[in-house]
């Protein structure tokens, strides 16, 4: 690296490019925006909000970085904004190998066959909640469906009343809310809430009554790292991370796909004439609608990224909302294509060490959502603008429809 790229790049930390935060977000002025500064700035832009950050908006820079485990660390800031800490939460507060004890245990519950064994419960809380819907035709399907369906399916996935659940689906949508307006003492009380919430399915499981096979809780307190049980702190710390993360990006992007089809007539008569089609239409969703805009890693080093000299510390924001369409990976990126042919390049889970070990169940519960809703109804449309989430994720949190029964 030349001392011009040097003072080229500390000039460039002086820039500010885009504000995270805007009122008066669309359902496609993000995407409008990213598109812009992907082509005037190239794949790393540079806001001044949240203490100054920088943005990998393109899809070189978001894959390099999240892959690249010797230059960027996860353990030091793994979101942008940097809330209030509460607590190291397993895996995604870790590196490896620190952190691969922990995911060994995760992943033998995300497996092929505990998918298939999991698919008729979650059929039958989406069915449950969908005809309520239907039957009642005018319906926001954010707030009586995307919001309420993950916690159904938790409560089956880790072997929990539906009370409980929903007890966290209340809690943790707060406590998201709380962090994307930097209320600090309300995300740090509503997190302390959810680690005794944690610690509540932890103890239930101290009888020995729950199979390590069987359930996720007891699997992790049977494990072993070095010979040596995991540590009691980590292990309510991962649950904590747990109970939470498969909560709200779910929520947020089911609504995504009613916005899609509502606005795509012709694609919803086509996935009801062949569902067998409708898998590859979530993939493309996935790739379209990503939610993740705020995730972080921060440079272990001095280094450089897309041209532009980082210093160590400096905090980066993986786009994957933006890195997803970037059109010199995915042509026409903006657009819907149903079976693109290198569908399986997007980031909407994540890559690498730290990608998303609940993708098989969130792909089936997106899948199983749009077969269900299609099969009963005829249409359905948008009878007003959705309202939008904030910085960090993308994506709606309310979805007005009027559903026309089949």
Known sequence: MTNTDLTWSDARRADHDFDPVRDGETFTSAHEEFRALR??????????????????????????????????????QNAIPKFAFTGVRPPLHLDPPEHTAYRRVINRFFTPPRMRALEPAVRAASTALLDELVAERWVDVCKQYAHRFPAYVFAEFFNLDVETSELIKSVSGTYVDAIQVLDHETVKSLSGRLYEIAQGIIDSRASGDYD??????????????????????????CVRQLIVTGMVAPSVFTGNMFVHLARDPELQAQLRADPSLIPDAVEEMLRLYSPYRGMARTAREDTELGGVAL????????????????????????????????????????????????????????????????????????????????????????????????
């Open 212 to 237: 390590p096979e069987e359930d996720l809780t007891a699997g992790l307190l049977a494990a072993e790292h070095d010979g040596e049980p995991l540590p009691a702190d980590m292990i309510l710390g």
């Open 39 to 76: 082509e005037r700035h190239g794949g790393l832009v540079r806001s001044q909000e949240y203490d100054g950050f920088w943005a990998a908006v393109g899809y070189d820079e978001v894959l390099s970085v999240m892959t690249d485990i010797e230059r960027f660390t996860t353990r030091k």
């Open 311 to 406: 210093k160590k510390d400096d905090p980066i924001a993986l786009v994957y909302t933006s890195a997803n369409r970037d059109e010199s990976v995915f042509e026409d990126g903006e657009s819907f294509v149903l079976n693109r042919p290198n569908i399986t390049k997007h980031i909407a889970f994540g890559r690498g060490t730290h990608s998303c070990p609940g993708a098989p169940l969130a792909r089936m519960m997106m899948r199983i959502t749009l077969e269900e809703a299609l099969a009963r109804t005829s249409s359905w449309n948008l009878t007003s603008e959705p309202e939008m989430a904030i910085w960090a994720e993308w994506g709606t949190r309310s979805v007005p429809l009027d559903f026309v029964r089949a």
